[in-house]
């Protein structure tokens, strides 16, 4: 499976349980579509959250996202991680 990093905007103020709500919210729906959120960071000052997930397409990262009413700006492919 590849990775995939996708981009949220416009959550400034974001709280630690909101982002681990969301996480979780991904989490509870990921299998439906083959995908795995493995972390999520957050900048509650921009309001900027990244999420790095392992799926078979970034089609599939923002459909789960978009379900649990989170959908990504960005879903960018991840080809090279060390």
């Known amino acids: 499976m ?3 990093m996708d981009v949220h905007r416009g959550m ?5 349980d909101q982002l681990k709500q ?3 919210a991904d989490l509870a729906i990921e299998k439906e579509e083959g995908v795995h959120f493995q972390q ?3 900048d509650p000052t ?3 959250v990244y999420c790095l997930s392992e799926a078979p397409s970034a089609e599939a990262v923002q459909r789960i996202h978009e379900r649990a009413g989170h ?8 080809p090279l991680i060390v």
């Open 2 to 4: 590849s990775q995939f």
């Open 12 to 16: 400034t103020g974001i709280t630690a």
């Open 22 to 24: 969301a996480h979780q």
């Open 40 to 42: 999520a960071w957050a």
């Open 46 to 48: 921009s309001g900027t």
């Open 71 to 78: 959908p990504a700006d960005e879903v960018h492919p991840v």
